[in-house]
C-alpha cells in the first residue's frame, strides 16, 4: 500500500512560491483543506496542494483582478500625470504629454 504524500505549512508555501502566512490564510479562511495533528501541525495533501495552485494560480494581484473595462477615476488619472511631470522634472526631461484630466479647469 503506497503511502499518500503530504506537506506541512512551510513545505507547501515553498511549493507552491508563497509565505507561510499565506497558507495558513488559506487554511483559515477554507479555501485550502488540512488536518490538524496535534496542537499545531498542519499537514496538507499534495492533491489538495495541486488543486489550489490550480485554482488560485494567476489571480492575485491588481492587474489579474481588475475589470476588463476598468477606467480610472479622474482624481487617480491626474496623480498618475503629476507624478511623471514631477519625475520628469526631477530627472530634467520633457514631461510626457497631458491626459484628458489635464484639461480640466483649476483655480489658480
Not at 41 to 54: C, D, K, M, P
Not at 65 to 76: L, V
Request: aromatic share 6%; proline share 4%; with cysteine.
Amino acid at each position: 500500500m503506497a503511502r499518500r504524500r503530504s506537506y506541512t505549512v512551510k513545505e507547501a508555501a515553498a511549493r507552491l512560491g508563497l509565505a507561510e502566512s499565506t497558507i495558513r490564510c488559506a487554511i483559515c479562511s477554507g479555501a485550502m483543506r488540512a488536518q490538524k495533528i496535534g496542537l499545531r501541525l498542519n499537514v496538507i495533501t499534495a492533491e489538495e496542494v495541486e488543486r489550489y495552485r490550480q485554482e488560485r494560480w494567476g489571480t492575485r494581484g491588481w492587474d489579474k483582478r481588475k475589470a476588463r473595462d476598468y477606467q480610472p477615476s479622474r482624481g487617480a488619472q491626474w496623480a498618475k500625470d503629476y507624478r511623471h511631470r514631477k519625475k520628469a522634472a526631477m530627472l530634467g526631461g520633457t514631461p510626457r504629454p497631458a491626459s484628458a484630466t489635464d484639461a480640466v479647469s483649476r483655480k489658480p
